[in-house]
């Protein structure tokens, strides 16, 4: 997803019900484990991150904040 600033960030969501609670329908759906996800984004100079459910109760986590909770740093 692109935010104001024009930066393009990876959507992760929680649950199922937290995609959902998006304006339009859902497109496809997959579970992955976190770490694998967060260790992706770090390898895709094209993202500045991942937002957690873009919908509700947001959280952003830029690269530095992913380096940080998988102890890279």
Not at 6 to 31: I, M, N, Y
Not at 52 to 69: E, Q, V
């Amino acid at each position: 997803m692109k935010t104001g600033d024009g930066k393009v960030w990876w959507a992760a969501f929680t649950s199922f019900e937290e995609e959902l609670k998006g304006g339009g329908s859902v497109q496809s759906t997959f579970l992955t484990d976190i770490a694998q996800l967060f260790n992706s984004a770090l390898q895709v100079n094209e993202i500045e991150g991942i937002i957690l459910n873009p919908w509700n109760r947001t959280i952003m986590l830029d690269k530095n904040l992913i380096n940080i909770i998988l102890g890279n740093m």
